[in-house]
């Protein structure tokens, strides 16, 4: 009867997507009509998460009933659909004797809504179970339903399995007016409705799940008004190394206010705290604040002591849709009848959905006479994401898809292969926002610092559109500004294949050969000078593994000049001094397998058995097995996250190697209008770059009192450009909804190194560069079990670069950052030939003993397990304690880090000691004092250096004649300012 | 450091020799604004003064702060050099400045560009054009390291070559 469809869900958020779903149960012909460029850009997408047991609502409301229903479901829709849920259990926490009051209030509530398993327990009880509970807890409510979800996950499972079961969806489509047709009880009853775009469709029913506008749509067709006044709600997330802070979701009780700042795991493995709950008038997408992040952290406090800005990873703010009756509104309004609210869903909205979504279903069928359709398929075909499978499972993967062995987020193991499918999945993301919501990818530590470069090409070759057309998340929000005209075509031609050819093992096979003697993970300076050196000092089986087409890591990208001088007394730009190491490398006959990621080092579990070094690339998953590791994995940047800046999220922010990279390895300029902040070397570097390149460079602008990058980059990097640096300076606030516009620079007091209020000013720019500082990157080296120093983010060494781990080793950035390359290459050569002289060492120990026992020469591959009794130079013993690592090296006054962090005692004693290390604060005419301390604490100076000033960016190096180490304790290293 | 703490503000001044200037910092509004909200002197780290020259030398990354006196257009002394190389950087940094060059530019058939350098430093003054006249380079692959891919850029005299293979 000219229907264009009989259905059209307004907002594809999760009350949209789920009531999709359900909808698709019927013979009717339903579109989503979504104002942005994916689903759940609302409310859903900066949720808590969290599938509440159904305690707090009051017992009789819409909310008490679709809660209790929607909790009920959720771990059937987790089933079918194949979304993360994960019951973790919950504490609503009392603070003082009003709180316990409330909390026994809860558990009567709970009781009343039929929610079971809720019970009252005493502080101590809550602390034994989760010891991170701050001790002002008096009492907990323990509430074991309580689970956690992926907001995210659930709107987009729902959302795919509506469209694989034929409901339609049109993204851009903001509706504006909705208007009544026809008469009802007549077949021509129905709605048309009017997109801003000028699009029109005629439907029978509408579906009205339009978030914080579902108010002014009702509003068109019902006398019965309804107002929403959105919530703005903020959260801080923590890296998942603060994960294990806690397993249950903590509530804090429910005051007038609000319910409070929970502390909750997410099922991503992060955790995080929030949130906020802020009136605002303004429906559009919210910003964080500066005082909204710090509240969210001082409230956090109350549950969880330790909580702090350290280690949070990002912050989010989104909206909530409260009504003016508290309650949900759901269902047709008397007076428009076709017409269905799923609105004010505030929480618990999410839990509700797919309750609400199967009533609303129900009722649209029954108004239309629907039947349900025999071929609906509630089961979504989800794809197991790499990260999460098994070895085998990876194995069978790549032998399926060898893109499946191509890494591209490094953080989060989300494969080429897995973003191809997502590109091509039933419901294909549009932005870059949607591909890594769905797959993951860019959401790790480097927050897309590293794979963006790459996901653009993959995207501008799947999508097959210009670089410069896709876009982060919303219309005009785009990555980058130009890029090469023939950019498209190129990526088409597809890039040579990583790792073909390089003699990959098969899974399967990989047990038989012979274990190598070094493995060095990461071929940047520091790798590929390991490698070499590994060879030289007499190891025989050396492989060299990076995850890169080519070697060279950072360096490929860095092609200025500068480098070099100390390590080939010529100065060499990024990509010559790769050169020339791999030559090296060649010359030495190390092997190399370019384009295999290493995943995970399981450490020899017994003496005398080799580690395994568990790798892929796309001609499978590969079992290395090794006696010596070497970990040369480089660093990350710091990101936007870690900065905690406020505002919008627009497209325009890159960190420093981000912009390097999109320029230097793929000839795009990332905007027109820059900024910089941190004047670290490659803020620099870049801010020069980009000067050359065209770009407008505003300034730099630094924390600290005192710039961090190398005097000479400030003279030829900035002077030369005119470019002015901006010393305690910050960015405290993003601008723009698309793209950057500006950035909101304050003054920072140099003491606290916090921002002064007030003093902020508007610096107009499209691009934001980060240079903020480098991180080691270290999760091979957790994986191995080794111990990790928290002041260098490095593994704690000795002065061989040995970590606690026997025959695993450590150097270049993954240690401790380096400011200079060529210190780094200098350290892989140390780490190189240490490891080498441990395997010959402990191979020697081994056939010795194995003479001595009558058995002779060990063949490869089987070192006999009298070889741990050879002591110090057996292979794959155990891992060390502190005590059998030798002595200590210690960061006395003024001294905020040494490396290595213990003497060994087993290199000989005419190799001098050389310490690095760097100051904890500027200090003019220092004076450096190495000590040995001796069992009753005497110290006695064995180095001394002076200096004219020392800063906390410039790592220093001390001396030490090992002769001067007898009756040590401890060595000390410490810095005093001189006369 | 205790004096540099509390300028806010620490404008790189470029000397008055420097030619390869964009625009004046006055253009800038909000470095300007800065600038002038808080008072704060620019600071020249390299500004001439007089007859003597404070330079940071860029040779290596030490950065020693170079003193160059000059009189009557000739140096009269350089002192602060850590090293020869220092002071052979200061004898030019004072009479005329030379600045490495180092680019990308796309070659046909590679996504990846061909990063290139100045086989010498090239007049600082130079430098916009040279930076120009590499972008108008069109080198085809194959590409070897350290091939030549201009003999002479931009009228310096100074050749620019690969720092990149690029195979075929
Ligand atoms: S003078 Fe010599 S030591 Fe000092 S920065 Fe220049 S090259 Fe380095």
Known sequence: MGFDYDVAVVGAGVAGCCCARELARYDLATVVLEAGLDIACGATRANSGIVHAGYDPTPGTLKARYNVEGARLMPEWAHELGFSYVRNGAYVVAFSEDDACTIGELADRARANGVAGVSVITGAEARAAEPSLSDEVVAALDVPMSAICDPYGVAFAAAENAAENGVAFRFGARVATVEKRGEEGKADVGFRVTCEDGSVFTVRTVVNAAGVFADELNNQVSAHTLRIVPRRGEYCLYDTNRASAFKRTIFQPPTDAGKGVLVSPTVHGNLFCGPTSVPQQDKSAPDTTEEGLAYVIEQAKRTWPEASGRDVITNFAGLRASGESGDFVIGQPDDAPGFFNIACLESPGLTSAPAIAVDIAGQVAARLGAQKRADFNPHRAALKPFAQMSDEERAESVRRDPAMGRLVCRCRNVTEGELVSALHGPLPPLTLDALKWRTGATMGRCHGGFCTPEILKIASRELDIEPTAFVKSRAGSYLIASARPDYRALVSEGEPVAGAGVGATAHADAAVTAPYDVVVVGGGAAGMAAATRARVAGAERVVLIDREAHLGGIMKQCIHNGFGLSRFGQELTGPQFVWKEQRALDLRGAKVRAGMSVLRIDAAAHPGEPHTVVCVDDTGLHLVRTWAVVLATGSRERGAGAIGMAGSRPSGVFTAGEAQNLMNLQGCLPGTRAVVLGSGDIGLIMARRMTLAGMQVEGVYELMPTPSGLKRNIVQCLQDFDIPLHLSRTVVRLEGERRLEAVWIAHVDPATHRPIPDTAVRVPCDTLVLSVGLLPENEVAKSAGVELDRLTGGPVVDDRFETNVPGVFSCGNALHIHDLADYAAAEGDEAGSAAAQYVVAAKAATRASAAKAGVGAAPAGSVPETAAAAGAASLGAEAKPDSDRGVPIVAGEGIRYTVPQFVSFAEPSERSLSIAFRVSRAIERPRFSVEVVDEEGNATEVSARSGVVAVPAEMRHLRVDRTDLGNCATLRVSVKEGK | ?168
């Open chain 2, 1 to 168: 450091m205790a004096e540099r703490t509390s300028e806010a503000d620490l404008r790189i001044g470029a000397s008055a020799a420097d030619a390869v200037k964009t625009r004046r910092a006055g253009d800038r509004p909000a470095a300007g604004a800065a600038a002038g909200s808080d008072g704060a002197p620019a600071v020249g780290i390299a500004a001439a003064s007089g007859e003597t020259k404070q330079l940071t030398c860029i040779t290596c990354p030490k950065g020693c702060s170079i003193t160059v006196a000059v009189e009557d257009g000739a140096i009269a002394s350089v002192e602060g050099a850590g090293c020869r190389r220092g002071e052979k950087y200061a004898r030019a940094e004072a009479t005329n400045p030379q600045r490495t060059v180092t680019a990308s530019l796309c070659v046909p058939g590679c996504l990846e560009p061909l990063s290139v350098r100045t086989a010498e430093p090239v007049p600082k003054a130079r430098m916009a054009d040279v930076v120009r006249a590499i972008s108008q380079l069109t080198p085809q692959l194959p590409i070897e390291m350290d091939q030549v891919v201009c003999p002479d850029i931009a009228g310096t005299g100074v050749a620019v070559v690969a720092t990149k293979r690029l195979p075929a």
